[in-house]
């Protein structure tokens, strides 16, 4: 895989002596490094600018979690085709954290030392490869015969022409041990140690990366020196644990970004939080001075407003003067309203005593009612014919009958008596009222409470039922009407 991402270098002497040095190799046909350096040494970052000055191009591959020996296998079989086939200059960066089996470094160790893989291509392939290369062979003069031998020769010699190996290796770990069972990997490779970076390029990475932090220039320069003192520091620090302690500890190229790394994250928080301080601090103040504004405006107002409020107090106290009069007559009117207000309900107390004495007269009466209507549905046109048969009918039934006509409103007549003198009778205007289809009728749906004022307490029904059972009808309705 070739790789466009951009790279942040930084270049000082040390820097340049090792890229000058990986230049050489790279540009040499046949040429292969090995890099040893700890991380961050820088190793890598020469390599791809060494090859950019070369003019070769770059490739490595991409370790996912499935990449296996196969997958490894065939990116070599497209970087030895691109360089041997098509005779274009690549570089093959490889580095020791890539390292997932132990074939990688094996076909590493063959590559380097013959040229190629055994048993990479498969025959088909393999004459793929030598068609080619067969243009390019005639041309140089290597396959004079065309042979596939001589042509896969030719495809060999120019992958190791073409093609620069450059291994980046840690002399921390197993995988630097392992270089012992692969020979190759040392003899056929220049080595090139990247040690620790010196002072002037521990001044210059840190000048580089705390150029963007806004700051003086002379505290920017002291930032630089104490970076680099807490650095070298380090690794004074650690040789001196090595001599007593018999162990070893790094201090690398990569502890130094990260401290610089972690100075401006610490510097960037420190700033904020000061920067939050001073903004509340000048929040309070500008709401003190607005504060303070507004009290001298309101003490303006009030010295204003004290001749009104003297006024107001004048008028509130004349206004009380009022108010207290107002208020003795309100009194005076409330001992006449609660006078009124008693005999209002000694009137409702009475009233509703009146109202219990009627509604007990009336639960007497309604039975009473009842039964006269009850006694009314009794009658028949039969007993009707019985009154009006009667030719001399018994005082009784006189005096019943014209007690209905006196409810009724019925006019007697005048007639002259056994002596000659003028007196009413109520008998034919009875045998008429009661000859009327619609008598009883009326009598059912009579008005009780206009009844008119007579004197009935000589009624008797049992009297009036032993002369004529209609008049006793007749008579209990006309008693229960009274009551």
């Known amino acids: 895989m070739m790789s466009t991402k951009k790279m942040d270098l930084v270049c000082f002497l040390y820097m340049l002596e090792h890229l000058s040095r990986v230049a050489r190799v790279i540009k040499n046909p046949g040429g292969n490094a090995l890099l ?27 370790i996912t979690r499935g990449y296996d020996q196969t997958s490894f296998r065939e990116d070599l079989k497209k970087l030895l085709t691109n360089s041997g086939g098509k005779g274009e200059k690549y570089v093959f960066l490889f580095s020791d954290s890539q390292i997932k089996t132990e074939g990688f470094v094996e076909d590493l160790n063959n590559l380097l030392n013959a040229g190629e893989v055994p048993n990479l291509f498969a025959a088909d392939e393999r004459v793929t490869l030598t068609e080619m290369v067969r243009a390019a062979a005639r041309q140089e003069g290597k396959a004079p015969d065309g042979t596939p031998t001589q042509l896969y020769a030719y495809f060999v010699e120019r992958c190791r022409k073409m093609l620069a190996i450059v291994l980046c290796f840690s002399p921390i770990g197993d995988a630097w041990r392992r270089l012992r069972q692969f020979p190759s990997l040392v003899n056929c490779c220049t080595l090139d140690w990247f040690t620790e970076w010196p002072a002037d390029a521990l001044n210059a990475v840190a000048q580089r990366f705390l150029g963007d932090v806004e700051m003086e220039d002379s505290v920017r ?17 650690a040789a001196r644990f090595k ?14 970004l990260e401290l610089i790394q972690t100075f401006k994250m610490l510097l960037a928080e420190k700033r904020k939080q000061v920067s939050d301080l001073k903004d509340k601090y000048q929040n309070g103040v500008q709401k003190i001075l ?17 001749p009104k409020l003297v006024q107001k107090n004048v008028e509130v106290e004349a206004m009380m003067v009022t108010v207290n009069a107002e ?28 109202k219990a004495d009627v509604e007990a007269d009336l639960s007497e009466a309604m039975p009473a009612l009842q039964n006269a209507l009850a006694a009314l549905d009794t009658l028949t046109a039969k007993d009707i014919g019985e009154i009006k048969a009667m030719a001399n009918p018994p005082g009784p039934v006189k005096l019943v009958l014209q007690a209905v006509c006196i409810m009724k409103g019925v006019k007697p007549a ?70």
């Open 36 to 62: 040893v350096g700890v991380g961050g040494s820088g190793r890598q970052s020469c390599a791809k600018l060494a090859s950019f000055l070369a003019d070769f191009l770059v490739y490595q591959v991409e």
């Open 221 to 237: 320069q002291s930032c630089v020196q104490m970076c680099s003192h807490f650095h070298s520091s380090t690794t004074e620090l």
């Open 243 to 256: 001599l007593e302690l018999k162990r070893i500890y790094y201090a690398t190229p990569m502890s130094f």
């Open 290 to 306: 607005t504060t303070e504004a507004s009290v001298e405006g309101m003490k303006v107002e009030l010295i204003d407003l004290q």
């Open 327 to 354: 208020s003795e007559k309100t009194n005076k009117i409330k001992e006449v309203v609660a006078g009124d207000e008693a005999v209002a309900a000694e009137q409702a107390a009475k009233s509703e005593a009146q």
């Open 414 to 483: 005048r007639v002259k008596d056994d002596t000659g003198k003028m007196v009413e009778d109520y008998w034919g205007p009875s045998k008429l009222m009661v000859s009327d289809s619609t008598f009883l009728k009326s009598l059912q749906t009579y008005d009780k409470d206009a009844i008119p004022a007579a004197n009935l307490e000589d009624f008797q029904p049992d009297r009036v039922g032993k002369v004529s059972r209609a008049c006793w009808g007749i008579c209990m309705w006309v008693r229960a009407m009274e009551t």
